[in-house]
């Protein structure tokens, strides 16, 4: 059973930072992607960065050069590190884990289909 337990949430202002973190357990296997998700208010749940089983990483056009996604396999966990915060990325933010491939590499995916555990989440609120 894989367990997602996320972390670090707040209500920085803008311009500040914040660092998420997110406690994986129950994988087996070492060939799955994961990921942060969001979502705002009446809006769909987004992909905002991810991290393959080879430690590729993908970014929405959003928060390129603002955040930063990475994982420490030695702690089980995941991280997100998020830079310059502005007021619409306010959210809820999600951790999210794919299903582990048979073989070969996870590439990082943003799109939640793919997306099979979920973690609670975490509420990140920026003020302006």
């Known amino acids: 059973q894989v367990q997602l337990v996320e972390s670090g949430g707040g209500s920085p202002q803008a311009g500040g930072s914040l660092r998420l973190s997110c406690v994986v357990s129950g994988y087996t296997s070492s060939r799955y992607s994961m990921g942060w998700f969001r979502q705002a208010p009446g809006k769909e749940r987004e992909g905002v960065a991810a991290?393959?089983?080879?430690?590729?990483?993908r970014y929405a056009d959003s928060v390129k050069g603002r955040f930063t996604i990475s994982k420490d396999n030695a702690k089980n966990t995941l991280y997100l590190q998020m830079n310059s915060l502005k007021p619409e990325d306010t959210a809820m933010y999600f951790c999210?884990?794919?299903?582990?491939?048979?073989?070969?590499?996870?590439?990082?995916?943003?799109?939640?289909?793919?997306?099979?555990?979920w973690g609670q989440g975490t509420q990140v609120t920026v003020s302006s």
């Open positions: 991290i393959g089983s080879d430690y590729s990483t």
């Open positions: 999210a884990g794919t299903l582990p491939m048979s073989w070969g590499r996870r590439p990082p995916t943003l799109a939640a289909a793919d997306i099979h555990y």
